[in-house]
């Protein structure tokens, strides 16, 4: 079992930043890849950038430039740092970890941004 807490979501205008962190505990061992997922009303979730084990990183195309996904091993922490926010970032945002037997879902925490 791997368990997820994130944190770091809130209210900012456009143009903003903010940070986004997700701690995991329980079976850390078992992760591949740890990734951020969000959802806005009336629409599906998707994937918004992932980091493997070894370092890889991908992104969503629509936020290459302005986000960043990182990781601190002996926090057992990722980081989703967030710049340059738009309106259409505004969701709540998921942590995921893609684990030996399962993936397993973080509760969300909501991102709205201001215009």
């Known amino acids: 079992q791997v368990q997820l807490v994130e944190s770091g979501g809130g209210l900012v205008q456009a143009g903003g930043s903010l940070r986004l962190s997700c701690a995991a505990s329980?079976?850390?061992?078992?992760?591949?890849?740890m990734g951020w997922y969000r959802q806005a009303p009336g629409k599906q979730r998707e994937l918004v950038a992932a980091?493997?084990?070894?370092?890889?990183?991908n992104y969503a195309d629509s936020v290459k430039g302005r986000f960043t996904i990182s990781r601190d091993n002996a926090k057992n922490t990722v980081y989703l740092q967030m710049n340059s926010l738009k309106p259409e970032d505004t969701a709540v945002y998921y942590c995921?970890?893609?684990?030996?037997?399962?993936?397993?879902w973080g509760q969300g925490t909501q991102v709205t941004v201001s215009s």
């Open positions: 329980g079976s850390i061992f078992s992760i591949n890849a």
């Open positions: 980091i493997t084990s070894g370092g890889s990183t």
């Open positions: 995921a970890a893609d684990a030996t037997g399962g993936d397993y």
